[in-house]
Structure formats: structure tokens, C-alpha cells
């Protein structure tokens, strides 16, 4: 089970959000990391635990091993204000429940 | 361009059946595993199904185990869900999704590339 915190997170643009996903047992470093926007599909921002996926901005960064993982926005663009998900692969493929960072 | 195209989604009873399909553009499809994703109305995202880059390997949520199948047509690039015995629980947007890495089994993924997901409600 992958817990993420907080539920939502009110923030302002250019400050920073840190965002956390707990997993229930040890995943490793097998954990991503998705951003999904009202109506469109998910986008994979963060792979094992820290990479980044092609084309994302150097603003968005990983961290973590085992079970406790962040995902940091260094700071806040307009278009960051989304749900953001994690998602581990070491027991078959679980997401987390989400965080919503909206416009405080 | 990386494309997933689904279709096929719609209203149907409960007990009944519905075939998804993806249509993939853009890359070598059969050298990628892929995925089925769905998401309920205001709801997290759930791994449905995935299917190895050779289609001979298959895996599944235990919330579908035993009512739906993946399969692919690598003539065509097309990736398909069947689904039967469907529940209300399985009212959902469902995505295709494709692996990251090349030759996989299906069994380990992260998901780079997403259609935009077609709609299923199971109601009477």
C-alpha cells in the first residue's frame, strides 16, 4: 500500500512543495512519480525513485529509498497545480491515493 | 509522434461485456510491454492489466482476474481488453499505457506514454 500526504497541499506560485508517498514495505527504489491534470491522462514526471523522465523540467526532483519517498517542486509554476501520484513496481503495480497541490 | 489511441468504451449492463481497444503509432509496439490503467470518477488510478512485449506473458489486478483479457495484434499495433462479467465497480476511465523500457515482461512497469482513456459505465 503506497500512503501519500498531505491529501492537498495549498501553495502559491514560486514556492516550493514537497510531497510525500510512504510505502507499506519496502519498495526498493522502484517507485515513480505522475502528474495528472483535470481531464487528461497521467504524465510519468520521475522513474526509480529520482530520474527524471524525458522532457521534464529540472524543477521537479525525487528522492528516497525503501519505504519513504519525496517528490519536490523546487518552485511553483502556474502550470504545476495538478494531482500528483506515486506509483511502486516492486510487488506488481500499486499508485497512491494522490496529492492535489492547488493555488492557494 | 508517440501515440495510444483507445476506443471502445460505452454504457453496458451489468453482466455484460465490452471490448477495449488501442490503437499504438510512433513506436516499435511490439518491443514494448503494455498496460491498462483505469480510473473511477473522482477516484485514484488503478493497474488493471498488462500484457509482455511478446504477448505471450500476462498479468492482472485481483479485482479482474478471471473476467478480463489483454491481448495485442502486433500485425496491426492494436492492444485490446476484453472484458466480461462486467460489475458496477468497474465503471471507470480506462487507460493504455506503455512501458518505459523496451522487452519487458509486463510484470515490473513504469508507464511514459498514456492515451487519453475511454469511458466504461456498467449500469442498468
Known amino acids: 500500500v503506497l500512503t501519500q500526504s498531505p491529501a492537498t497541499l495549498s501553495l502559491s506560485p514560486g514556492e516550493r512543495a514537497t510531497l510525500s508517498c510512504r510505502a507499506s514495505q519496502s519498495v526498493n527504489s522502484f517507485l515513480a512519480w505522475y502528474q495528472q491534470k483535470p481531464g487528461q491522462a497521467p504524465r510519468l514526471l520521475i522513474y526509480?525513485?529520482?530520474n527524471r523522465a524525458t522532457g521534464v523540467p529540472a524543477r521537479f526532483s525525487g528522492s528516497g529509498s525503501g519505504t519513504d519517498f519525496t517528490l519536490t517542486i523546487s518552485s511553483l509554476e502556474p502550470e504545476d497545480f495538478a494531482i500528483y501520484f506515486c506509483?511502486?513496481?516492486?510487488?506488481?503495480?500499486?499508485f497512491g491515493g494522490g496529492t492535489k497541490v492547488e493555488i492557494k | 509522434e508517440l501515440q495510444l489511441v483507445e476506443s471502445g468504451g460505452g454504457l453496458v449492463q451489468p453482466g455484460g461485456s465490452l471490448r477495449l481497444s488501442c490503437a499504438a503509432s510512433?513506436?516499435?509496439?511490439?518491443?514494448?510491454?503494455m498496460s491498462w490503467v483505469r480510473q473511477a470518477p473522482g477516484k485514484g488510478l488503478e493497474w488493471v492489466s498488462a500484457?509482455?512485449?511478446?504477448?505471450?506473458?500476462?498479468?492482472?489486478a485481483n479485482s479482474v482476474k478471471g473476467r478480463f483479457t489483454i491481448f495485442r495484434d502486433k500485425s496491426n499495433n492494436m492492444l485490446h481488453l476484453q472484458m466480461n462479467s462486467l460489475r458496477a465497480e468497474d465503471t471507470a476511465r480506462y487507460y493504455c499505457a506503455k512501458d518505459r523500457v523496451t522487452f519487458g515482461s509486463g510484470s515490473s512497469i513504469y508507464m511514459d506514454v498514456w492515451g487519453k482513456g475511454t469511458t466504461v459505465i456498467v449500469s442498468s
Open positions: 506509483q511502486q513496481r516492486s510487488d506488481w503495480h500499486t
Open positions: 526509480d525513485a529520482s
Open positions: 510512433g513506436f516499435p509496439f511490439s518491443t514494448y510491454a
Open positions: 500484457i509482455s512485449s511478446s504477448g505471450g506473458t500476462t498479468h492482472y
